[in-house]
């Protein structure tokens, strides 16, 4: 269906318009949305502020009593100097102690004891939900120690009601594997997001806000979620749109109105400037178009007019033209010769060459691997027609190994060879081949072709030489792995994605197990290949994201996106499994097969580090721990402490 000019200025008018205004309202809204969502997590933090400030005064008061009662002693100290239950420990009673802690926390502040001595629970009295303990390490008459004593005076939910009562806002406190208390029902028997909302059972929107997790009883972690009424959020974000809506709506009718004022006023100037066209187009030069007025289609029709003048004139110099055509053509090809883009520039020469000889359609074809088949990499035109024509000149350069052109039943094909190295190991490595129809190719066109072909060879070879050095440039040579370089490269740049996207960075970092043995005891050609077999497990336990590297010596390491502490202590047990089960046979092809562990550090971002230093540095440091420990085996790095 054809539409009037009219017709598709309007839409042109309409389109320049309604696009861009799309586009700002889409972002305009957004920003609105982002906007007040900011303002309510920048509340929600600032009441998770107040919450971590209510946790450490609840803890200092299983620390010490403010009242300033002489006889009213620290809970904790008071515990941990009872003269009946430190004697009753000392014995090994441990039901008497027991009696004696339930005596103590039984009608007083003391809400729970825990005493926990070289990993093991002494005595636990009290309720499960006690949270902010103070812990006091409990010594003999020598100073050993038989135990370590936490003492809190808090409850979860009585602390979630006085945050309640003193900060206003709700707060959902779990741990690991269970709620302790929620002061909105319903809400917390799953673990929350780190960062949304979740919805209560009444149907409210609730923003979570990132949680503080401490230290609870007997090691265990407890986080602490402040909730936050979206509400009022949902309402100022709506009344902003409409807003924002109701002014974009009324640019858009402005921009309609003066849209069809415009068209009309055209269409009525374009119609002056079609009939002289038309007749100019029949050949009559001597018809004039109307130049009234001084805008931009007067000066449109006083071209019009020079044009009738200079018709005859510009026929003598098209020839000329073209000269200058190939001339250009030949510093373009000059100039690609330097090139680094295999893509790009071979696009850039299939359409030049396609142009300079003035071809239908054309294609270049690559060998990507070894010996493998020609595939295509490149073309131009259309080639439909002239497919046979176009593989019929491939095979003879194929075949010959030269420049070949082909002329079968009205169609005419030049081929060229794109070959590398020098003449002792000449390979063709790849074919241009352009074609057409009607018209055999001139002398210069195959010589301005053949140039082409020869400057698009040069620059493949460039292309490979370029990135073979940028390869060996970030490989080790012996490993095949990543080089020190790259792996810093590498952990830096996902240490800065983690921090941009809030994601987990692991890190493993290996050490061969006395593998100064192995060179000095079976040569550095045994020790070079176990380090090459150390490698190959590494690759092959890794995923594509991963990046193993050798950090230096026989210490290697594997960087590990998106992956948190667990995990990369699950990879790097299968890789110390894998490796101590390997049997590498001698190089000199006689003796026993060479066995070797290896002992392993595992960091990760955000648990155990901060930046790239610490993740390096905590990694490492846990594989001297692992090797203290009496080796082929891995540690975690320890957790990062928190700023109270």
């Given at each position: 269906?054809?539409?009037?000019?009219?017709?598709?200025?309007?839409?042109?008018?309409?389109?320049?318009?309604?696009?861009?205004?799309?586009?700002?309202?889409?972002?305009?809204?957004?920003?609105?949305?982002?906007?007040?969502?900011?303002?309510?997590?920048?509340?929600?933090?600032?009441?998770?502020?107040?919450?971590?400030?209510?946790?450490?005064?609840?803890?200092?008061?299983?620390?010490?009593?403010?009242?300033?009662?002489?006889?009213?002693?620290?809970?904790?100290?008071?515990?941990?100097?009872?003269?009946?239950?430190?004697?009753?420990?000392q014995?090994?009673?441990?039901?008497?102690?027991?009696?004696?802690?339930?005596?103590?926390?039984?009608?007083?502040?003391?809400?729970?004891?825990?005493?926990?001595?070289?990993?093991?629970?002494?005595?636990?009295?009290?309720?499960?939900?006690?949270?902010?303990?103070?812990?006091?390490?409990?010594?003999?008459?020598?100073?050993?120690s038989?135990?370590?004593?936490?003492?809190?005076?808090?409850?979860?939910?009585?602390?979630?009601?006085?945050?309640?009562?003193?900060?206003?806002?709700?707060?959902?406190?779990?741990?690991?594997?269970?709620?302790?208390?929620?002061?909105?029902?319903?809400?917390?028997?799953?673990?929350?997001?780190?960062?949304?909302?979740?919805?209560?059972?009444?149907?409210?929107?609730?923003r979570?806000?990132?949680?503080?997790?401490?230290?609870?009883?007997?090691?265990?972690?407890?986080?602490?979620?402040?909730?936050a009424?979206?509400?009022?959020?949902?309402?100022?974000?709506?009344?902003?749109?409409?807003?924002?809506?109701?002014?974009?709506?009324?640019?858009?009718?402005?921009?309609?109105?003066?849209?069809?004022?415009?068209?009309?006023?055209?269409?009525?100037?374009?119609?002056?400037?079609?009939?002289?066209?038309?007749?100019?187009?029949?050949?009559?030069?001597?018809?004039?178009?109307?130049?009234?007025?001084?805008?931009?289609?007067?000066?449109?029709?006083?071209?019009?007019?020079?044009?009738?003048?200079?018709?005859?004139?510009?026929?003598?110099?098209?020839?000329?033209?073209?000269?200058?055509?190939?001339?250009?053509?030949?510093?373009?090809?000059?100039?690609?010769?330097?090139?680094l883009?295999?893509?790009?520039?071979?696009?850039?020469?299939?359409?030049?060459?396609?142009?300079?000889?003035?071809?239908?359609?054309?294609?270049?074809?690559?060998?990507?691997?070894?010996?493998?088949?020609?595939?295509?990499?490149?073309?131009?035109?259309n080639?439909?027609?002239?497919?046979?024509?176009?593989?019929?000149?491939?095979?003879?350069?194929?075949?010959?190994?030269?420049?070949?052109?082909?002329?079968?039943?009205?169609?005419s094909?030049?081929?060229?060879?794109?070959?590398?190295?020098?003449?002792e190991?000449?390979?063709?490595?790849?074919?241009?081949?352009?074609?057409?129809?009607?018209?055999?190719f001139?002398d210069?066109?195959?010589?301005?072709?053949?140039?082409?072909?020869?400057?698009?060879?040069?620059?493949i070879?460039?292309?490979?030489?370029h990135?073979?050095?940028?390869?060996?440039?970030?490989?080790?040579?012996?490993?095949?792995?990543?080089?020190?370089?790259?792996?810093?490269?590498?952990?830096?740049?996902e240490?800065?994605?983690?921090?941009?996207?809030?994601?987990?960075?692991?890190?493993?970092?290996?050490?061969?197990?006395?593998?100064?043995?192995?060179?000095?005891?079976?040569?550095?050609?045994?020790?070079?290949?176990?380090?090459?077999?150390?490698?190959?497990?590494?690759?092959?336990?890794?995923?594509?994201?991963?990046?193993?590297?050798?950090?230096?010596?026989?210490?290697?390491?594997?960087?590990?996106?998106?992956?948190?502490?667990?995990?990369?202590?699950?990879?790097?047990?299968?890789?110390?499994?894998?490796?101590?089960?390997?049997?590498?046979?001698?190089?000199?092809?006689?003796?026993?097969p060479?066995?070797?562990?290896?002992?392993?550090?595992?960091?990760?971002?955000?648990?155990?580090?901060?930046?790239?230093?610490?993740?390096?540095?905590?990694?490492?440091?846990?594989?001297?721990r692992?090797?203290?420990?009496?080796?082929?085996?891995?540690?975690?790095?320890?957790?990062?402490?928190?700023?109270?």
């Amino acid at each position: 269906m054809e539409v009037s000019f009219r017709n598709r200025l309007s839409l042109f008018f309409l389109l320049i318009v309604l696009v861009p205004m799309v586009s700002v309202a889409v972002v305009l809204f957004r920003l609105i949305s982002d906007n007040e969502t900011g303002k309510a997590d920048e509340a929600v933090a600032a009441r998770t502020e107040v919450v971590f400030n209510l946790y450490r005064q609840a803890r200092a008061d299983a620390s010490f009593f403010p009242q300033g009662e002489a006889d009213v002693g620290p809970p904790v100290e008071e515990v941990g100097t009872d003269a009946e239950l430190v004697a009753a420990l000392q014995a090994g009673d441990v039901e008497q102690a027991t009696e004696r802690a339930e005596e103590l926390a039984a009608g007083g502040p003391i809400t729970r004891i825990l005493l926990v001595d070289e990993g093991e629970v002494v005595l636990d009295v009290g309720p499960d939900d006690a949270v902010a303990p103070a812990t006091r390490e409990l010594q003999g008459p020598g100073g050993e120690s038989f135990g370590r004593l936490q003492v809190s005076v808090t409850r979860a939910a009585g602390f979630a009601r006085r945050v309640g009562r003193l900060a206003g806002t709700d707060l959902v406190v779990r741990t690991d594997d269970r709620l302790l208390a929620s002061s909105v029902e319903g809400v917390g028997e799953a673990p929350l997001p780190v960062l949304g909302t979740v919805e209560s059972p009444e149907g409210d929107a609730l923003r979570v806000a990132p949680p503080f997790e401490v230290p609870g009883f007997g090691g265990e972690r407890v986080s602490f979620s402040v909730l936050a009424d979206i509400d009022q959020v949902s309402g100022a974000v709506t009344r902003s749109r409409l807003l924002a809506g109701g002014i974009l709506l009324g640019f858009f009718v402005l921009a309609f109105v003066f849209a069809l004022a415009v068209s009309r006023q055209l269409q009525q100037q374009i119609a002056g400037l079609l009939d002289a066209a038309r007749r100019l187009g029949a050949g009559d030069f001597s018809a004039k178009v109307p130049t009234e007025g001084r805008d931009e289609f007067a000066a449109l029709g006083e071209e019009f007019n020079k044009m009738s003048d200079q018709l005859s004139a510009r026929l003598a110099e098209l020839a000329r033209e073209r000269e200058r055509v190939q001339t250009s053509v030949r510093r373009l090809g000059e100039a690609v010769g330097s090139n680094l883009d295999r893509d790009a520039l071979l696009r850039l020469v299939v359409t030049t060459a396609l142009e300079g000889v003035d071809a239908q359609a054309g294609r270049v074809t690559i060998r990507p691997i070894g010996e493998g088949p020609m595939e295509e990499s490149a073309r131009a035109g259309n080639l439909r027609g002239l497919e046979a024509v176009l593989r019929e000149g491939e095979a003879r350069v194929l075949r010959s190994g030269a420049f070949a052109e082909v002329d079968e039943g009205g169609l005419s094909a030049l081929a060229h060879p794109l070959v590398e190295g020098d003449e002792e190991h000449r390979r063709v490595n790849g074919v241009l081949c352009v074609a057409r129809a009607g018209q055999p190719f001139s002398d210069p066109d195959r010589e301005l072709f053949q140039y082409l072909a020869g400057q698009a060879a040069v620059s493949i070879e460039n292309v490979d030489l370029h990135e073979t050095a940028a390869h060996e440039s970030v490989t080790d040579e012996l490993t095949g792995l990543s080089n020190y370089r790259r792996f810093y490269e590498a952990v830096e740049l996902e240490v800065e994605r983690s921090r941009r996207f809030g994601g987990r960075l692991g890190l493993v970092m290996l050490d061969l197990d006395d593998f100064k043995m192995v060179n000095d005891t079976r040569g550095h050609l045994q020790g070079d290949e176990v380090l090459r077999e150390i490698a190959r497990v590494l690759r092959e336990s890794s995923r594509e994201i991963d990046e193993p590297a050798r950090y230096g010596g026989e210490e290697l390491a594997v960087v590990l996106p998106g992956t948190d502490l667990d995990g990369a202590f699950r990879l790097a047990e299968r890789m110390r499994e894998q490796i101590e089960a390997l049997e590498i046979e001698p190089v000199e092809g006689a003796g026993r097969p060479v066995r070797v562990t290896a002992s392993f550090g595992v960091a990760s971002l955000p648990e155990t580090a901060d930046d790239e230093q610490a993740l390096v540095a905590g990694a490492d440091a846990a594989l001297y721990r692992a090797k203290r420990a009496g080796k082929n085996r891995t540690t975690r790095a320890i957790a990062r402490a928190r700023t109270q």
